[in-house]
């Protein structure tokens, strides 16, 4: 059974551009959730998909966006980046929705120039 | 928002010591308490669920307990190994909102 996928593993971009990360849940999985960790904190939350529905929202700019298609595979998108946006991003399904115990993905690595 | 504290935020121990660390969370409108387990350059790995006041579960030598009605959960390791080293998250479920604390990083020395 695969596990969560995360695309890409790491990328490097400058300051005012975008970028789009990618999260194949485990098969069947419906949840998706997103976390953004940076040096000193611990996961802060972003957002929530269950069932191409957006449930939960962190305390994060609109600059911040995700959805999820059909499939259940997510995406999100930070726009004009900002250094202070550097950080690991997580991603995790679950087959439903909370108690369900997340599956984390590797993480994409974000580092903003 | 849900407030989340963790102590202590890190624990230095020797092999073969127990150790225990708190998770504290606000009691009202709980449904379910998470804890992960996060070794360097791995992702975070489920270690319990737990949804029951007085609930205790175990896995192998790490233990945890809950108390809804004061809002805390403590995690236990009895007998410490160098593999236990790792940042330890709990996570409570209210409201429909579930957040991680910021985790409890424990160094245990051979």
């Known amino acids: ?113 | 928002i849900l407030n989340v504290e963790q102590s202590p935020q890190s624990l230095h121990v020797q092999e073969g010591d127990s150790t225990n660390f708190t998770c504290s969370f606000p009691s009202s409108n709980f449904y379910a308490l998470h804890w992960y387990r996060w070794e360097t350059a791995k992702s975070p790995e489920a270690l319990f669920v737990m949804t029951l006041n007085g609930d205790e579960k175990k896995k192998g030598r790490i233990s945890a307990t809950l108390n809804t009605k004061e809002g805390y959960s403590y995690l236990y390791i009895k007998g410490s190994q160098p593999e236990d080293s790792a940042t330890y998250l709990c996570a409570p479920y209210n409201n429909n909102d579930m957040r991680f604390g910021a985790g409890t990083r424990l160094t245990v020395k051979p």
């Not at chain 1, 593993?9 to 959730?33: A, D, E, F, M």
């Not at chain 1, 040096?39 to 600059?63: M, V, W």
């Not at chain 1, 439903?96 to 590797?106: C, H, I, K, Q, S």
């Open chain 1, 1 to 113: 059974k695969a596990g969560v996928t995360q695309t890409p593993r790491y990328l490097i971009k400058t300051r005012g551009q975008q970028v789009t990360l990618s999260c194949s849940p485990i098969s069947g999985h419906r949840s998706v959730s997103w976390y953004q960790q940076t040096p000193g904190q611990g996961l802060q939350f972003l957002f929530e998909y269950f069932s191409e529905t957006q449930r939960n929202k962190g305390n994060f700019p609109g600059r911040f966006s995700g959805r999820q298609f059909s499939n259940s595979r997510s995406e999100m998108n930070v726009s004009t980046l900002e250094l202070g946006d550097s950080a690991l991003y997580l991603c995790a399904s679950s087959a439903n929705v909370d108690p369900d115990v997340l599956t984390f993905g590797a993480g994409s690595r974000l580092t903003v120039l």
